[in-house]
């Protein structure tokens, strides 16, 4: 039925209206119904509307009306705008100003709207359980505007929210229009409404505040929530006990800049895709593990960029790493069960094996990674081991080989299982890294973990898993169980991706960026700070591991650096016990290299002001500069980039 509403509202917008559900519609309306609907419809809506424009249905292609419902269908379908320059005959800016005259109007209006409210104009439903009734002695069009206004000042409707034309809410409400009509001009005379021409009417700037639980009455009392909190689980007992918002500022941290993602090549490959309807029909039984050429895409690449011995029948996909993560928590893992990590290690592995009832054990990293020998020495036995073996996080060592075919043993004599977390191993500076436990793994004890999170986040945070083959059949079931089924388009699209390339040469254009930043920074810190910093000597991915020598709080560092334009992030959300204080993660990927110096200066002013002994240290490096400091850097024949600093 939404599809047949879609094609006649595609034939009424250009004047021939005609099926079953031929009437007027308006483009509020049509709005509401695609507001109703699931993102997979209104893609499959989407289509609807490009085979019914290339079929040559319609009177005229290029009507601003047709114009003005794509990009409605456009924006609630969370498609990228740049789908009506590509896909639309004549409907982009290479097609010259939009010219015409009532359909015109209202798609530039439409435009005028998003621009100013970020947003199609559409309204919030009025509640079926109103309170309009014509049994009581108030006239009924003071009670629409009163239940309106109740609507606007508890915040539910939003400034730039439209209303429901005076028809529908006719319609709605059982009155007449005249009734409706009268509602509306008593509010907007009270500055609650605002008509547009060509949108309808919406609410005023000024008049709506914030929506807020207290405003929808749902503040309760200690009392009510301690006992709504006695019907959680186990489970969710265990999650209160970790600390709140822990995973949403990891996630902050950890982003490629917006500047430097493949967002052209992703369009190109996700456009191919959401133009082909016929991706969405199922012929066969679908597979837990994912899209199949997309398993054979990343085993492929997996075994180039990483080593991995692996097969496509041995890769799963899943929407995030953490889904992972969980999976292999519930799966194998019991309440009491002992799970080594690394400390400091990455918080999301902790969350994920404590909030299922695991003991988790901390084992000591140093510069050669996971101290192998203080498993040796844990009285109980351990199930799982999780390291990160590329990178370790946030200390950026390596696993050396020595400690490799150590841990590997010991899994052996254990009969313990190791999560290898390729978390953050997309990027390296000038140093090769051994092969991976999976692949040096000989009998079947490792599960190898990656991620898109480094590389293509927000535009793919798809996470892998590499299941050893005994393994193979519970993780399918399991995962069967809790996601039968990543995004189809973006499976399809990042196949793609990966077949033609386009990944491997957005590494290695990204890689040289970020190595000039890293430079730059590195430069930067040092010479500035001098003895007043200790900077970890392994660095990879995006960010390294920085350790001040100062008195002041983590908290004041942490805001100097904000003001300065600088991003750190203190480590001790990494550490499960005695977290060390003025030691930083330092991203430097979204910083520019002709920036760098200055960001540092800046935060080191500030430093200096809120620090005296600091301050009698930075007068000391500021009078042995004579001048400004440039970094050029040159390639040497080998390929790797050395600095060449010059004082002005």
Same mark, same amino acid.
């Given at each position: 039925?939404?599809?047949?509403?879609?094609?006649?509202?595609?034939?009424?917008?250009?004047?021939?209206?005609?099926?079953?559900?031929?009437?007027?519609?308006?483009?509020?309306?049509?709005?509401?119904?695609?507001?109703?609907?699931?993102?997979?419809?209104?893609?499959?809506?989407?289509?609807?509307?490009?085979?019914?424009?290339?079929?040559?249905?319609?009177?005229?292609?290029?009507?601003?009306?047709?114009?003005?419902?794509?990009?409605?269908?456009?924006?609630?379908?969370?498609?990228?705008?740049?789908?009506?320059?590509?896909?639309?005959?004549?409907?982009?800016?290479?097609?010259?100003?939009?010219?015409?005259?009532?359909?015109?109007?209202?798609?530039?209006?439409?435009?005028?709207?998003?621009?100013?409210? !970020?947003?199609?104009?559409?309204?919030?439903?009025?509640?079926?359980?109103?309170?309009?009734?014509?049994?009581?002695?108030?006239?009924?069009?003071?009670?629409?505007?009163?239940?309106?206004?109740?609507?606007?000042?508890?915040?539910?409707?939003?400034?730039?929210?439209?209303?429901?034309?005076?028809?529908?809410?006719?319609?709605?409400?059982?009155?007449?229009?005249?009734?409706?009509?009268?509602?509306?001009?008593?509010?907007?005379?009270?500055?609650?409404?605002?008509?547009?021409?060509?949108?309808?009417?919406?609410?005023?700037?000024?008049?709506?505040?914030?929506?807020?639980?207290?405003?929808?009455?749902?503040?309760?009392?200690?009392?009510?929530?301690?006992?709504?909190?006695?019907?959680?689980?186990?489970?969710?007992?265990?999650?209160?006990?970790?600390?709140?918002?822990?995973?949403?500022?990891?996630?902050?941290?950890?982003?490629?800049?917006?500047?430097?993602?493949?967002?052209?090549?992703?369009?190109?490959?996700?456009?191919?895709?959401?133009?082909?309807?016929?991706?969405?029909?199922?012929?066969?039984?679908?597979?837990?593990?994912?899209?199949?050429?997309?398993?054979?895409?990343?085993?492929?690449?997996?075994?180039?960029?990483?080593?991995?011995?692996?097969?496509?029948?041995?890769?799963?996909?899943?929407?995030?790493?953490?889904?992972?993560?969980?999976?292999?928590?519930?799966?194998?893992?019991?309440? !009491?069960?002992?799970?080594?990590?690394?400390?400091?290690?990455?918080?999301?592995?902790?969350?994920?094996?404590?909030?299922?009832?695991?003991?988790?054990?901390?084992? !000591?990293?140093?510069?050669?990674?996971?101290?192998?020998?203080?498993?040796?020495?844990?009285?109980?036995?351990?199930?799982?081991?999780?390291?990160?073996?590329?990178?370790?996080?946030?200390?950026?060592?390596?696993?050396?080989?020595?400690?490799?075919?150590?841990?590997?043993?010991?899994?052996?004599?254990?009969?313990?299982?190791?999560?290898?977390?390729? =978390?953050?191993?997309?990027?390296?500076?000038?140093?090769?890294?051994?092969?991976?436990?999976?692949?040096?793994?000989?009998?079947?004890?490792?599960?190898?973990?990656?991620?898109?999170?480094?590389?293509?986040?927000?535009?793919?945070?798809?996470?892998?898993?590499?299941?050893?083959?005994?393994?193979?059949?519970?993780?399918?079931?399991?995962?069967?169980?809790?996601?039968?089924?990543?995004?189809?388009?973006?499976?399809?699209?990042?196949?793609?991706?990966?077949?033609?390339?386009?990944?491997?040469?957005?590494?290695?254009?990204?890689?040289?960026?970020?190595?000039?930043?890293?430079?730059?920074?590195?430069?930067?810190?040092?010479?500035?700070?001098?003895?007043?910093?200790?900077?970890?000597?392994?660095?990879?991915?995006?960010?390294?591991?920085?350790?001040?020598?100062?008195?002041?709080?983590?908290?004041?560092?942490?805001?100097?650096?904000?003001?300065? !334009?600088?991003?750190?992030?203190?480590?001790?959300?990494?550490?499960?016990?005695?977290?060390?204080?003025?030691?930083?993660?330092?991203?430097?990927?979204?910083?520019?290299?002709?920036?760098?110096?200055?960001?540092?200066?800046?935060?080191?002013?500030?430093?200096?002001?809120?620090?005296?002994?600091?301050?009698?240290?930075?007068?000391?490096?500021?009078?042995?500069?004579?001048?400004?400091?440039?970094?050029? =850097?040159?390639?040497?024949?080998?390929?790797?980039?050395?600095?060449?600093?010059?004082?002005?």
């Amino acid at each position: 039925m939404l599809l047949a509403y879609c094609r006649c509202g595609i034939q009424w917008f250009c004047g021939r209206p005609s099926g079953k559900y031929a009437r007027a519609v308006t483009t509020q309306e049509y709005s509401v119904r695609l507001r109703s609907v699931a993102v997979s419809t209104r893609v499959l809506m989407l289509c609807q509307l490009r085979s019914t424009w290339s079929s040559h249905q319609m009177i005229s292609p290029s009507s601003n009306a047709v114009r003005e419902l794509v990009v409605v269908t456009l924006i609630h379908a969370r498609v990228v705008p740049c789908l009506t320059k590509l896909h639309f005959p004549r409907m982009g800016r290479q097609h010259g100003p939009i010219r015409g005259n009532g359909s015109a109007k209202r798609f530039a209006l439409l435009r005028g709207h998003m621009a100013r409210f !970020g947003s199609p104009p559409y309204f919030m439903p009025m509640n079926q359980h109103h309170s309009i009734h014509s049994g009581t002695q108030s006239p009924l069009y003071q009670q629409i505007a009163t239940e309106i206004k109740q609507w606007i000042e508890s915040g539910r409707l939003k400034a730039g929210d439209a209303v429901p034309s005076t028809r529908h809410m006719a319609d709605l409400l059982g009155v007449a229009r005249r009734t409706v009509m009268r509602g509306y001009e008593l509010l907007i005379s009270q500055g609650y409404l605002k008509p547009i021409s060509g949108i309808g009417t919406v609410v005023s700037h000024g008049v709506s505040r914030e929506l807020t639980a207290s405003s929808l009455g749902h503040v309760l009392d200690s009392a009510t929530r301690s006992d709504l909190r006695g019907v959680l689980s186990e489970y969710g007992r265990r999650l209160l006990q970790f600390e709140p918002g822990m995973q949403a500022r990891l996630n902050s941290q950890g982003g490629p800049p917006s500047e430097m993602l493949p967002v052209r090549a992703w369009r190109q490959v996700l456009l191919r895709h959401f133009n082909d309807a016929s991706q969405y029909t199922c012929d066969g039984p679908l597979d837990s593990f994912g899209y199949l050429p997309l398993r054979e895409a990343l085993a492929n690449y997996l075994r180039r960029a990483r080593a991995v011995k692996c097969t496509a029948e041995q890769v799963a996909v899943f929407s995030t790493s953490q889904h992972a993560l969980d999976l292999i928590a519930r799966l194998f893992l019991n309440v !009491g069960d002992q799970v080594a990590v690394e400390n400091p290690g990455f918080p999301a592995a902790r969350l994920a094996f404590g909030s299922y009832g695991a003991e988790v054990r901390p084992v !000591g990293v140093d510069q050669d990674g996971l101290l192998v020998d203080e498993l040796r020495h844990i009285p109980t036995s351990i199930k799982l081991v999780h390291v990160t073996s590329y990178r370790q996080d946030p200390t950026g060592a390596v696993l050396s080989v020595t400690r490799r075919h150590t841990l590997l043993d010991w899994a052996r004599s254990a009969s313990a299982l190791i999560l290898e977390d390729d =978390f953050d191993g997309d990027y390296r500076y000038g140093e090769l890294l051994p092969n991976p436990l999976q692949s040096l793994d000989q009998d079947g004890r490792v599960l190898f973990l990656s991620t898109f999170w480094k590389t293509l986040f927000p535009i793919s945070p798809l996470g892998v898993l590499v299941v050893p083959l005994d393994l193979i059949d519970i993780v399918r079931r399991a995962k069967n169980a809790v996601e039968s089924l990543p995004p189809a388009v973006e499976q399809r699209a990042l196949t793609d991706f990966l077949q033609e390339g386009w990944l491997e040469r957005h590494i290695l254009r990204a890689q040289r960026t970020y190595n000039r930043r890293r430079q730059a920074l590195i430069y930067a810190l040092t010479v500035l700070f001098k003895t007043d910093v200790i900077i970890a000597k392994r660095s990879a991915g995006m960010h390294f591991l920085v350790k001040f020598t100062t008195a002041l709080p983590d908290e004041q560092l942490a805001d100097c650096a904000a003001t300065a !334009g600088l991003s750190l992030a203190s480590t001790r959300q990494y550490y499960v016990d005695h977290p060390q204080s003025s030691e930083f993660l330092v991203t430097f990927a979204s910083l520019p290299e002709e920036a760098a110096y200055g960001c540092v200066q800046r935060f080191a002013e500030l430093m200096k002001s809120l620090e005296p002994e600091f301050g009698c240290r930075w007068d000391a490096v500021e009078n042995s500069l004579e001048g400004p400091v440039e970094i050029s =850097f040159k390639r040497v024949s080998s390929g790797r980039l050395v600095d060449c600093i010059s004082g002005g």
